[in-house]
């Protein structure tokens, strides 16, 4: 597993969790009329999820083990076809590390750092909004709404990239986020399914993001599939274990 695919990873690992089945109820004509979103609500989350990576040349799946202490730590560590862990990461509320052990190297930036890289916003909030399936931004009165039969559209701006959220009807949960550049061929998209009731919360058991961007006059695409195993909400603390070995060398 190589050094871009980790960090590609890393961005596809803010996706969601998912858990035990059950009935989903439907939601009621006022939320809808209001866009009542609950957000998922709990203290500690942990899943196991299978990986999928296809960017056109290479095709790798891994097993991700994802920890989550709400508004505070995501915790996930990488192990590929061989059984041996190849990535460890962790998020803070003010940065991001990623310790790749194949290479003995790791990656470590603060938020204000990253969203420099990527040329847009980037904090903790976003990050686990994303991986929980809840929007990535708050929906206000200046977001601008349409309604068809089946979902509604709720269109947000940030920093000149155009953020389109495909609501459900029927569940007032995320389908799709599409992020584009106007004035670019570039967008990433995030596609959520398989949504099932969970105590109190909704949560989609697969997930997909897909890049696309133009590379050398050429469009290209990355694809990074989710289908999750296992997952436990808990009230007892879990373990976020991680270290970076002083011989690992940091990478930008």
């Given at each position: 597993?190589n ?7 890393l ?5 969601v969790v998912g ?14 009329k209001t866009?009542?979103i ?7 989350l942990?899943?196991?999820?299978k990986?999928n ?24 560590s990488?192990?590929?076809g061989?059984?041996?862990e190849?990535?460890?990461g ?5 940065s991001?590390?990623l310790?790749n ?15 420099q ?5 980037v ?8 991986l929980l399936?809840d ?10 709404i349409r309604?068809t ?20 009807n029927?569940?007032l949960?995320l ?12 967008n990433l ?15 989609p ?7 696309q961007?133009?590379?050398n ?11 999750h195993?296992k997952a ?6 879990l373990p976020?274990p ?6 690992y060398?940091?990478?930008?």
């Amino acid at each position: 597993m190589n050094k871009n695919l980790l960090v590609l990873l890393l961005s596809a690992l803010t996706l969601v969790v998912g858990c035990k089945r059950d009935t989903i109820p439907s939601v009621s004509e006022s939320d809808l009329k209001t866009l009542n979103i609950r957000p998922v609500d709990f203290k500690y989350l942990s899943t196991r999820s299978k990986v999928n990576f296809d960017d056109g040349s290479n095709r790798i799946g891994a097993t991700a083990n994802i920890r989550i202490r709400k508004d505070s730590i995501i915790w996930f560590s990488i192990t590929p076809g061989l059984g041996i862990e190849a990535a460890r990461g962790m998020v803070t509320r003010d940065s991001l590390f990623l310790v790749n052990k194949l290479q003995r190297e790791y990656h470590a930036y603060s938020f204000a750092q990253l969203s420099q890289k990527l040329n847009v916003a980037v904090d903790f909030d976003i990050l686990q909004s994303a991986l929980l399936g809840d929007p990535i931004m708050p929906i206000t009165t200046n977001n601008r709404i349409r309604r068809t039969q089946d979902e509604t559209i709720v269109t947000q701006q940030q920093q000149g990239i155009d953020i389109i959220n495909y609501f459900s009807n029927n569940t007032l949960k995320l389908t799709k986020v599409l992020l584009q550049e106007p004035q670019s061929p570039n967008n990433l998209m995030l596609q959520y399914d398989d949504f099932q009731q969970v105590a109190d919360n909704i949560l989609p058991f697969t997930s997909t993001i897909t890049a696309q961007y133009q590379d050398n006059q050429q469009m290209k695409a990355t694809v990074v599939a989710f289908q999750h195993n296992k997952a436990e909400f808990s009230d007892t603390a879990l373990p976020f274990p991680f270290s970076i070995p002083d011989r690992y060398v940091r990478k930008q």
